[in-house]
């Protein structure tokens, strides 16, 4: 990718108002909402943008009712406005749009910067065309045209047809044979590679035996126009017999446009925005799941941007680039029928922290108790946020299954947490499994020798003490001590510096399993090393909650920008106590 886009705000576009959408790290962005909140008039507007054609534009469909009906003449035109970076130079290309009809007579504006220069319309155009494939692919439409147009023209079209449109097709019959083998010989290729993709989709369902399906692509005997032909060729999918692609179940359909999409990523030069609505659309639980996580691998190679109405598509541990949009409605009185009233409609980006978000998105969906964001047939239990935000940033560094984590308050509150579990999955027809991490400190050993043989009616728990880095199990170690040495004692020295304070040198690190220190937890030996460093300074205790904070988003912070390969081979321990307790999870 050399373009990303970043910014994209929308006025008076059909049931959106005034709305700025600000896309953060990560190239998958979810919108999910209620139904009729705006959320594919969202996408609908970023195809308008990518393609500003007039035709793509009607007042009496895009234009929000009341503007056209109550207040007309007033703001009477549609805004859109993106901001797109180059991510090699981070240079900024600041493009708005403005979508107007006046007696009839619709137009067009197109104003822009790179940086501060200003862009001619024509260059505005080229750089939105000469860069960018723009797909939109509508909920209730899971037909593929466009995605086999741009196949086709790409990979066939190229073969030389072109050359020989002006000329008697009559005299150059040879030719066309030549160029219909040819295209075969292409099509035959696209056929074996996207059922391969296709194939490798299915293997996640249990109930399809992948090898029974092939994509076929019937090419037609004679072609005499340029333009005909994506539309003459067509899609079929092979499962014993030759049907129609359109007269398969619309999972399969969806399926298959997975694949497609696969297929564009991996041969387009450009760079590519996804618009898809609802991709669960007709999907059982099991494809959504594996559709989702295949969304998030192809987003590294092109920016997608989904709607939702699926839990299985919102990742809850990760809501940065997750938008809940909500409707508003405002009693309004028509400026030319006086007396008469009518409601303004507006869509709005619901605004609040992480935990506000989920929360919100969690009463969206309708998930409430005993649904599956509370208790999951598998969970880990873990004392604090700190706890469960290192798992998460390992476990993803690693591409490890990520159980649902609960966080019980410290270790003291696990006997009353998990009685509130117990007590809460009563009402579950299966019994979830759970996994609850002890530190080996005095309260931790106390916890787990009350707990560890314990039975609940409705829960199957296990108890599981932390290990340190190198698999050593000495009393008093916490969660700092399972961390990578060197990643954790980088994390203290970026407080220490900024406290200018004397860090902790390699010398230092090297004392940490000497006999003298072996045995001491990494935070009581830290507190030590740093005291005898800065003598002539007030004590630092690296036990006190803010520092275990700071220190615990630190390190999340490096582990999910720094390679850990060269870790995880001096101290390959880490990644394999992660793998026991999500077997035992699972």
């Known amino acids: 990718?050399?373009?990303?886009?970043?910014?994209?705000?929308?006025?008076?576009?059909?049931?959106?108002?005034?709305?700025?959408?600000?896309?953060?790290?990560?190239?998958?962005?979810?919108?999910?909402?209620?139904?009729?909140?705006?959320?594919?008039?969202?996408?609908?507007?970023?195809?308008?943008?990518?393609?500003?054609?007039?035709?793509?534009?009607?007042?009496?469909?895009?234009?929000?009712?009341?503007?056209?009906?109550?207040?007309?003449?007033?703001?009477?035109?549609?805004?859109?406005?993106?901001?797109?970076?180059?991510?090699?130079?981070?240079?900024?290309?600041?493009?708005?749009?403005?979508?107007?009809?006046?007696?009839?007579i619709k137009e067009i504006t197109l104003k822009g910067k790179r940086d501060n220069i200003d862009l001619t319309e024509k260059e505005i155009r080229d750089f939105l065309t000469k860069n960018f494939k723009f797909f939109f692919v509508e909920a209730s439409n899971v037909n593929i045209p466009k995605l086999v147009s741009e196949i086709v023209n790409d990979e066939i079209l190229p073969l030389g047809l072109d050359k020989r449109r002006g000329k008697n097709q009559k005299d150059s019959l040879a030719k066309l044979d030549e160029f219909i083998e040819l295209s075969k010989q292409t099509v035959g290729k696209i056929e074996n590679e996207l059922t391969k993709i296709f194939q490798s989709l299915l293997k996640d369902v249990d109930s399809i035996d992948s090898n029974d399906w092939k994509l076929q692509i019937r090419f037609p005997e004679y072609l005499f126009l340029r333009d005909a032909i994506s539309k003459i060729i067509e899609f079929t999918l092979f499962d014993t017999?030759?049907?129609?692609?359109?007269?398969?179940?619309?999972?399969?359909?969806?399926?298959?446009?997975?694949?497609?999409?696969?297929?564009?990523?991996?041969?387009?030069?450009?760079?590519?925005?996804?618009?898809?609505?609802?991709?669960?659309?007709?999907?059982?639980?099991?494809?959504?799941?594996?559709?989702?996580?295949?969304?998030?691998?192809?987003?590294?190679?092109?920016?997608?941007?989904?709607?939702?109405?699926?839990?299985?598509?919102?990742?809850?541990?990760?809501?940065?680039?997750?938008f809940l949009f909500e409707g508003t409605k405002e009693?309004?009185?028509?400026?030319?029928?006086?007396?008469?009233?009518?409601?303004?409609?507006?869509?709005?980006?619901?605004?609040?922290?992480?935990f506000e978000q989920a929360q919100k998105i969690k009463e969206n969906f309708g998930i409430g108790r005993n649904d599956s964001w509370e208790v999951m047939p598998f969970n880990l239990l873990v004392e604090g946020q700190e706890d469960k935000d290192l798992f998460i940033a390992l476990m993803k560094k690693f591409n490890l299954p990520i159980p649902n984590i609960l966080v019980g308050g410290g270790v003291d509150k696990y006997p009353g947490f998990l009685q509130f579990l117990n007590d809460f999955c009563s009402e579950l027809e299966y019994k979830p499994k759970i996994v609850a991490i002890f530190d080996r400190d005095s309260a931790g050993r106390n916890r787990f020798n009350s707990l560890n043989n314990k039975t609940y009616d409705c829960l199957e728990l296990n108890c599981s003490f932390i290990n340190r880095f190198d698999d050593e199990k000495f009393n008093d170690i916490e969660l700092e001590d399972f961390i990578y040495p060197d990643l954790f004692f980088d994390s203290v020295n970026k407080f220490l510096r900024k406290k200018k304070y004397s860090q902790i040198k390699k010398s230092d690190r090297k004392k940490r399993t000497l006999p003298a220190y072996n045995r001491k937890a990494i935070l009581d030996f830290t507190t030590e090393i740093c005291r005898q460093n800065n003598e002539d300074k007030n004590e630092i205790?690296?036990?006190?909650?803010?520092?275990?904070?700071?220190?615990?988003?630190?390190?999340?912070?490096?582990?999910?920008?720094?390679?850990?390969?060269?870790?995880?081979?001096?101290h390959p321990k880490i990644k394999q106590y992660l793998k026991e307790i999500i077997n035992t999870c699972g």
């Not at 953060?24 to 970023?46: E, H, P, Q, W, Y």
């Not at 009693?331 to 605004?351: A, M, P």
């Open 331 to 354: 009693l309004k009185e028509y400026s030319r029928k006086k007396g008469l009233l009518f409601y303004k409609l507006n869509t709005v980006i619901f605004k609040g922290s992480n």
């Open 1 to 104: 990718m050399k373009f990303k886009l970043s910014e994209f705000t929308i006025k008076n576009f059909r049931s959106i108002s005034s709305i700025k959408l600000i896309i953060n790290d990560g190239n998958l962005i979810t919108i999910c909402g209620s139904n009729n909140v705006g959320k594919t008039n969202f996408l609908r507007a970023l195809n308008l943008f990518f393609d500003p054609q007039i035709e793509n534009f009607s007042a009496e469909e895009d234009i929000p009712y009341h503007i056209v009906e109550g207040s007309r003449g007033q703001g009477y035109a549609i805004s859109l406005k993106a901001k797109i970076i180059e991510i090699e130079s981070n240079i900024a290309y600041s493009i708005s749009q403005s979508f107007t009809e006046k007696k009839g």
């Open 241 to 322: 017999n030759e049907r129609k692609l359109e007269t398969k179940g619309s999972g399969i359909q969806r399926t298959i446009l997975l694949s497609l999409i696969q297929y564009v990523n991996s041969r387009t030069k450009k760079d590519i925005i996804w618009a898809i609505d609802e991709p669960e659309a007709f999907l059982q639980a099991g494809l959504q799941k594996s559709l989702y996580s295949k969304l998030v691998s192809e987003s590294n190679s092109s920016q997608i941007i989904i709607t939702t109405h699926s839990h299985f598509f919102i990742d809850v541990n990760d809501l940065k680039n997750t």
């Open 541 to 570: 205790n690296f036990n006190t909650l803010n520092m275990k904070l700071f220190l615990s988003k630190t390190i999340c912070d490096t582990i999910s920008k720094k390679d850990l390969s060269a870790y995880d081979k001096e």
